[in-house]
């Protein structure tokens, strides 16, 4: 996944990691766009939302497209358990964090959001969930990590476990996995979630 364009986006100054500004950024435009292809990106910078999340990318080529991002004023976020190249540790998290400057990290393991809190980037921690019978257990998970923000997949099992979430935990939710139509995104968001992520264009505004 390489950006193409001219002149190459540089690393900014300073990196936006407040979880205050992003859920007020969400409550106006409730998506953050998943890139899995390069040719997708320019499509979400033109776009109104205001977080990217990157769920597939080599290593080499983050650099700029996480500054491309950054400087539409957008949040850019590395799913780091599937980064081809990057350690899945705390020094994969401090690359990410201080030589990228990334504004937050995605991650299913608890371990990685600790490391990426002593870095001080913004959390998102997946929870996946095929049916209720592994749910007490996610929920002691997140409980241990406190995450800054939870992203639940897949999106159409979010309406079955969202008041038990709401019982546990306090962090904003997201969800994602299978939102493909508006329909759908509205059911996400009247059942509670703070915003949708989506590789579906057509619900990029």
Do not use: Y
């Amino acid at each position: 996944m390489a950006l193409r364009q001219s002149p190459t986006p540089v690393r900014p100054l300073s990196v936006d990691r407040s979880v205050a500004r992003l859920c007020e950024a969400f409550d106006r435009v409730p998506v953050a766009a998943v890139i899995r292809r390069a040719e997708d990106l320019p499509r979400a910078l033109a776009s109104q939302v205001p977080a990217v999340f990157f769920v597939r990318a080599p290593a080499f080529h983050l650099g700029p497209l996480v500054w491309a991002v950054q400087a539409r004023g957008k949040m850019a976020f590395v799913h780091i358990d599937l980064i081809a190249g990057l350690g899945k540790d705390r020094a994969g998290v401090s690359f990410l964090a201080r030589e990228i400057g990334v504004n937050g990290i995605i991650t299913s393991h608890g371990s990685l959001v600790a490391a990426a809190k002593s870095d001080r980037v913004i959390t998102v921690q997946r929870l996946l969930l095929h049916d209720d019978l592994g749910l007490p257990s996610a929920l002691a998970a997140l409980e241990r990590a406190r995450p800054d923000i939870i992203e639940v997949l897949p999106g159409v099992i979010f309406p079955a476990v969202v008041s038990e979430l709401r019982a546990r935990v306090t962090a904003p939710l997201l969800v994602g996995g299978f939102i493909t139509q508006a329909a759908e995104m509205r059911g996400a968001l009247e059942a509670g979630a703070r915003a949708v992520t989506t590789s579906t264009l057509s619900l990029w505004p």
